[in-house]
């Protein structure tokens, strides 16, 4: 890692692991463009990264709480994070937490990346270091269908997150932006589809193939 440049955002890594090229684009080129997806985004963590606190008996919740890894070299935000006591009663400041759960909001459904598991891994492993008490466990809440879905850190998931972090940052370091890999899956949902344009980069014989499947396609459709 540069030392000059100690700390990425912690949503780099969240770009990182959706699209390479995606995050050399925001963070190496700062291009940054809304669609309706990051729009929707953008105001529910505006609403969710408001600082506050609020106790209730044996928990503590704590919003738009700032974290910092040193082992992953990432700062940032946690939306919301539980401060959890058995002793049920209100919080006080010398009070002994036995869990802290980070929980981390999203708009849409759960994906088949791995982008916010590693998000919220992140979070851990920085609430880790700056608590100094093992976490074992968080959650992610999605909008669609509104429910909560726990998360294990599990060793698999830390080596990921620490591997993923390690790698954004090599990213950094090289400065030089990927080339763009069409995949319609994630393509199709990114922002940065005007300005990546990832179907010019491929070469004629893929645009082709590209082409035939889509007119097969309609001719099938008709
Ligand atoms: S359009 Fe595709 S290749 Fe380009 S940045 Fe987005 S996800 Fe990555």
Redesign the pocket.
């Known amino acids: 890692m540069n030392p000059e440049r100690r700390y990425a955002p912690l949503s780099a890594l969240q770009h990182f692991v ?5 995050c050399a ?1 925001i963070h190496l080129e700062q291009i940054w463009i809304n669609n309706r997806l990051t729009a929707e985004g953008n105001l529910l963590h505006e609403k969710v990264h408001e600082e506050s606190e609020e106790s209730r008996p044996g928990m503590r919740l704590v919003r738009g709480l700032p974290v910092v890894s040193e082992t992953l070299g990432i700062i940032g935000q946690c939306d919301l994070v539980e401060f959890l006591s058995s002793r049920k009663r209100s919080s006080k400041a010398s009070e002994k937490w036995e869990a802290v759960r980070p929980v981390e909001y999203k708009r849409g459904r759960p994906k088949s990346h791995e982008a916010d598991l590693v998000q919220l891994c992140a979070q851990a492993i920085s609430l880790e270091e700056m608590l100094g008490i093992p976490i074992t466990e968080g959650a992610l809440f999605y909008g669609e269908p509104r429910r909560r879905t726990s998360v294990s850190f599990t060793p698999e998931l830390r080596a990921t997150t620490i591997q993923t972090a390690q790698a954004l940052h090599a990213l950094l370091d090289r400065g030089v932006t990927p080339p ?4 319609a899956s ?2 199709r949902g ?4 005007s300005v ?3 179907r010019r980069r491929e070469t004629p014989a893929q645009a082709g193939n590209w082409f035939r499947d889509a007119l097969n396609q309609i001719l099938m459709e008709s």
């Open positions: 959706y699209c390479e090229r995606q684009l763009a890999l069409y995949r994630l393509c990114c922002s940065l589809l990546c344009l990832p």
